[in-house]
């Protein structure tokens, strides 16, 4: 089988979330969007659920459909994209609760679904999603008295501690929300480890539970290990790949290593990424093709029947740091192509 496997350590995915929560005194649920950061949504939140998340979000209302198959009816399943055109059915039939963004979606909500479960989103600065403090005010009396579930924000720059950003949020979010008694959250992963004013009722991260930074002490989730298809000798001088990107400075040994950018190592890698048999470092050399690259394995003793690109030697932000992105790209773009597997331990 030339498939390549990516392996899902549950085990490590409860164990970040557990470290998470016992970052805070407050409730920690699970961001399992992009489904669950392309691992997997339902493995992932069943995991969680039964280590005692009880609270999921997704990004849209067809993310939700997932979530609520697999943990059943009890878990609230917050959709940030709020209550869109086309959602209503299936708000109502999966039990989802939107978080409103807008005087339209509040409305729809409202004409659709008057009782149903919601939360506010409110914009603190970032302009992306939420109300502004104009309609926040035209509209907080009304939806207060039918009792959101929360009023959220999102932090732009929680990754960067030292932020200025992070305060003035967290001041903006507070004049907005402060003694309203409805419950509040803020932080995702980087709010959870800027520190308790940040953490207010809920906290909600995503790609710490992932393995992914902001959450530097994460354990490892994923490894991801390619087959090697084929080896062959290149005296110094030959040439590698499309567009003859590399040559072989020394006589050498190249794999050819099934996977490629259709599966997410994408080609920005081509020349720069590391892949690893144990623990010897073995350079990609040329470009990444679309189903395949190539590995310089001359200084391996032996010729190894698979090397690993995503493990304990390097985890998906050492990956991203090879090719100009962030972890969180890297681990929502693997694609559908591999095996997937969970282990634990
Ligand atoms: C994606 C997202 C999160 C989770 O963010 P991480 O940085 O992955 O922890 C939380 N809240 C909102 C609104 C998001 O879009």
């Given amino acids: 089988m030339s498939t390549a496997t990516l392996s899902i350590n ?3 995915l409860t164990a970040n979330w557990r470290a998470l929560d016992q970052h805070t005194h407050v409730e920690t649920a699970a961001v399992v969007k992009a489904d669950g950061y392309g691992l ?4 992932v939140c069943r995991a969680l659920a039964a280590a005692g998340c009880k609270r999921f979000f997704v990004a849209v209302a067809e993310e939700g459909a997932a979530v609520r198959n697999a943990v059943g009816p009890g878990p609230e399943i917050n959709v940030f994209s709020g209550h869109m055109r086309g959602d209503t059915d299936m708000i109502s039939d999966l039990q989802l609760t939107p978080m409103l963004n807008s005087l339209d979606q509040i409305t729809r909500h409202f004409e659709a679904l008057p009782r149903h479960p919601f939360g506010i989103q409110l914009d603190t600065g970032m302009n992306r999603l939420g109300l502004e403090w104009g309609d926040w005010a035209k509209v907080a009396e009304f939806a207060l008295s039918q009792r959101p579930t929360l009023l959220m924000s999102h932090l732009a720059c929680a990754d960067d501690p030292a ?8 001041d903006v979010f507070r004049q907005m929300t402060d003694g309203l008694g409805a419950p ?4 995702a992963t980087g709010g959870t480890l800027l520190g308790p004013e940040y953490h207010f009722d809920l906290c909600r991260p995503g790609i710490g539970i992932y393995g992914g930074l902001p959450f530097a002490n994460a354990r490892p989730v994923v490894q991801v ?3 090697v298809v084929q080896t062959r000798s290149l005296a110094k001088g030959e040439v590698v790949g499309y567009s003859n ?3 072989a400075p020394r006589p050498s040994r190249i794999a050819t290593v099934s996977a490629g950018y259709a599966d997410g190592l994408i080609r920005a890698m081509s020349g720069n990424a590391t892949l690893w048999h144990a623990d010897t470092p073995c350079p990609l050399v040329g470009r990444v093709s679309m189903d395949l690259i190539t590995v310089d394995i001359t200084d391996l003793p032996e010729t190894p029947d698979a090397l690993t690109i995503l493990g304990p030697q390097q985890t998906v932000d050492d990956l991203a740091n090879t090719a100009g992105t962030i972890g969180y790209e890297i681990l929502t773009s ?3 192509r591999y095996h997937r597997r969970t ?3």
């Fill in 10 to 12: 549950l085990e490590a």
């Fill in 40 to 43: 997997g949504s339902a493995r």
């Fill in 163 to 170: 932020h200025p950003m992070n305060a003035y949020q967290l």
């Fill in 184 to 187: 509040r959250s803020l932080a």
């Fill in 225 to 227: 290990d390619l087959p």
């Fill in 245 to 247: 990107a590399w040559q």
């Fill in 334 to 336: 693997l694609g559908r």
């Fill in 343 to 345: 282990v634990t331990g």
